[in-house]
């Protein structure tokens, strides 16, 4: 395959007619989009009394969607940065995609404790500017911890995302056949044009931007975890909280960048690009994380047993047999059983496999994420506070539309924008190695057709250049 070859592969998706598949698809995902919008609007029209949040457990759907959705967010900037960083080459497929999800997962993720708070429209008060409230952010709360932690995750994501898409932008703008599409390009690719004094500053921004989004990968979910971990609540009382969230949502979102990627690369005809090697590393990736999760939930009972506390210890039994008994069940076997069988490489390797346990692994994150919320505050320490959290119409709604608007921008993503990263999977291939053509003429090794045809020499020049027979 050569560098035209990527080119082409890749380029003509944004480029074709939009086929009607596509259409097909985003109506559906606009449709749930709107019901987002319509569930969102109801809601504040009639406060969050709609949703089935109450006492005891005032933190209900809202709380365990917006864990569920940062935490699918996470895997696009660990590939981009921390894979980056240690020069791990299969990654340069599917990064793009990655951080593009990464964004969606976040915008999804941030309207749920926006909307929490009731009136959203003094949402501006989390900000810390002098207003004449005199309502001042208490900086105390974890809650407002999130705000900052989040937007900042969110806002180097997306630098980090655009400064990688500016080389393929300019691939885009000089392959353009319409005004416009040649406009709105160009304006985005910055007056790209493959100078030598550009690839050097483009290394350098995207080598800097890979250092300071590092250390966020593990910050924000860390972060996300210090709204249970330091309550005095059983159950949330906890230290194993961070590493155990952040391992959570590597877990979550490595699976579902399998799920998107698997169908993709079928649709869009990239299995070349995105090769069955780059498919099993993720399976690996999701079978490490999902042990690291299983022995989280393990150490957790050895803890609460080892404390001698009987409000821990009653707090983790009533987990496992009391009335949601069913949820804890259901996260141990889809987090902690079904990755076993990635030990194996036939299934590892297996397309449906990896696409049926990707959907199962994520269906397991969202029960671990409601059991750690609900089971621990649906039991009070009096029983006479005891309650059983129940789920409305508006709840539900709200979670299923907010997958359409993922699925929404994904969409969007995969029609107008590269999908894949083409300088970054050209940069990694055989012929960006100089030495590629190493037979002196220009000539691949083991070809017999020259790359560049050696200059013919002119039988009236000496080998000085001068003209035979003197000046």
Known sequence: ???????EMVSRHTEKKTPLAWYVAFGLASS??????????????????????????????????FVFWVGIGHAGTLISAILFL???????????????????????????????????WVIYWTLPFPNQMEMWPQFKSPLLWDVFAVSSYFIVSLVFWYVGLI????????????WLRKKVTGFFALGWTGANRHWRNYEKAYLLLAGLATPLVLSVHSVVSFDFAISVIPGWHTTIFPPYFVAGAIFSGFAMVVTLMVVARKIYGLENVITMDVLEKMNIIILVTGTIVGFAYITEFFMAWYSQVEYEQYAFINRAFGPYAWAYWIMMTCNL????????????????????????????????????????????????????FEPTFIDVTTFIGSFGLFFTLFLLFLRFVPMVAMAEVKGVMPEADPHYYDEGDGRASGTSVPFIQPAQEDPGRNEAGETRGGR
């Open 1 to 7: 395959m050569s560098f035209h070859d990527i080119t």
């Open 167 to 178: 080389p393929d932008l300019a691939t885009i703008r000089d392959r353009s056949t319409t």
């Open 86 to 120: 240690f020069r791990q080459k299969w990654r340069t497929s599917i990064n793009r995609a990655a951080e593009a999800m990464t964004l969606f997962a976040v915008m999804c993720a941030l309207i749920f404790p926006t909307f929490h708070v009731g009136r959203v």
């Open 337 to 388: 059983i079904s990755p076993q069988l990635f030990w194996f490489k036939k299934l590892r390797r297996s397309i449906p496999v990896m696409f049926a346990l990707s959907i199962v692994v994520n269906i397991g994150m969202w029960f671990e994420r409601f059991v750690i919320t609900i089971t621990s505050l649906h039991r009070d320490f009096l029983p006479s506070s005891w309650g059983y």
């Open 32 to 65: 749930m989009a709107g019901l987002l919008l319509l569930s969102l609007a109801y809601q504040v029209w009639n406060g969050v009394g709609v949703w089935g949040n109450n006492q005891p457990v005032a933190w209900g759907w809202p709380i365990v969607n």
